[in-house]
């Protein structure tokens, strides 16, 4: 299993680009969010990759974070979605655009993807609901392993705008939901909600909002 490639960007395809690790280009498909990001071609590059083997093919795709590699895995589980299908709602809202459209059983976001239809969008939803919190708090887990750009090696450019710590931070208020006693799928909506409503807030400010939300109305 290839998991992750280093090396220099030697070209850009319009959904591809090949990197050159120790004399081999390896070619990596890429979504278009992902490809707006990577440097120019000569620059070192770093992409988390996951590997399809089928008898006939073999193909990496390439994600700037372990955390959006972990929902192209959990939406490829989905019954109608391939490689293609998943690369284009990975494009489209991100790996934490796409973590909160499920938190919130929010499928027309996910049908947003081109490509993605109301049946497939529902099934999507339907079936990585109840993942959602156990990825969304896994991706706090993975930004601090990986540092503030796993998805880079060198000074490579600059990476999108801000995925990291917003993880980090939906992460670490899920964990203070749950020590309050609230149940999972409670905490992850109310997080999830006040994620998108206030992106760039900080784990504090966000845990606060997320318990404004999960206050007795009336």
């Known amino acids: 299993m290839i998991g992750r490639i280093a090396g220099r960007l030697i070209h850009r395809g319009p959904d591809h680009v090949m990197i050159d690790v120790g004399g081999v280009g390896y070619i990596v498909q890429v979504s278009d969010r992902t490809l707006t990001g990577l440097p120019p ?5 770093a992409l988390y990759t996951d590997l399809l083997v089928r008898e006939d093919l ?33 494009g489209t ?55 503030a750009a796993p998805a880079q090696a060198g000074p490579v450019g600059t990476a999108p705008p801000r995925p990291a710590p917003s993880a980090a ?12 006693g609230y ?22 400010e966000l845990i606060r909002a997320a318990l404004k939300l999960l206050a007795p109305k009336g």
């Open 169 to 180: 931070a939906q992460a670490e208020a899920l964990s203070a939901l749950g020590n309050l």
């Open 41 to 45: 071609v000569g620059e070192a590059v």
């Open 93 to 147: 809202l991100g790996a934490e655009g796409v973590g909160r459209a499920i938190a919130l059983g929010d499928w027309n976001t996910i049908k947003a993807a081109p490509g993605v239809g109301p049946k497939i969008a529902q099934r999507v939803v339907n079936e990585l609901k109840g993942k959602a919190p156990g990825v969304m708090a896994l991706g706090g887990t993975m930004v601090e392993a990986a540092g």
């Open 58 to 90: 073999l193909q990496l795709y390439g994600f700037p974070t372990m955390l959006e590699r972990e929902w192209h895995r959990l939406l490829m589980g989905v019954q109608g979605i391939g490689a293609k299908a998943s690369m284009a709602i990975l």
């Open 183 to 204: 149940a999972p799928a409670d905490a992850v909506q109310a997080v999830a909600r006040a994620a998108n409503e206030a992106p760039e807030v900080d784990t504090p």
